[in-house]
């Protein structure tokens, strides 16, 4: 279940996340010679995503600037999640043509990128 509030605290939807749904976590840590300019232009990968078909919901931003705990890893760029209906529509956006010509674009600005997938229970 997911809920969102607005500025007063009070509940204005909620949302449940499909048993069987697969969360798609995607970390990336981008080349330290990039410029600020190409690291905001990254952005322009997540955007070329977007309009695959597979995708229930796309979301990535930037690390946040978070308080350092022993738990918590900001070293990372950008984060992505993705949520796909399924593990049939995953393994289908791994081998989708726009996923792979985005990887290939944009993978000369990593050095690391780290997945985690979830089935949501």
């Known amino acids: 279940m ?23 976590f995607v970390m990336f840590w981008l080349k330290p010679q ?26 990535y931003g930037l690390a946040a600037n978070t308080p350092v705990r022993p738990v918590t890893d900001n070293s990372f760029t950008y984060s992505l999640t993705i949520t796909f209906a399924n593990i049939a529509d995953h393994n289908a956006y791994q ?11 944009f993978s000369k600005n990593w050095y690391r990128v780290v997945v985690h997938d979830t089935v949501i229970s």
């Open 34 to 59: 990039l410029t600020k300019t190409e690291i905001a232009d990254f952005a322009n990968f997540f955007e070329s995503l977007k309009p695959i078909k597979y995708i229930k919901t796309l979301s």
């Open 2 to 24: 997911i809920y969102i509030f607005n500025e007063k605290r009070t509940m204005i939807e909620t949302q449940t996340a499909d048993k069987g749904q697969i969360q798609h």
């Open 95 to 105: 081998e989708d043509k726009a996923h792979l010509d985005a990887v290939e674009k």
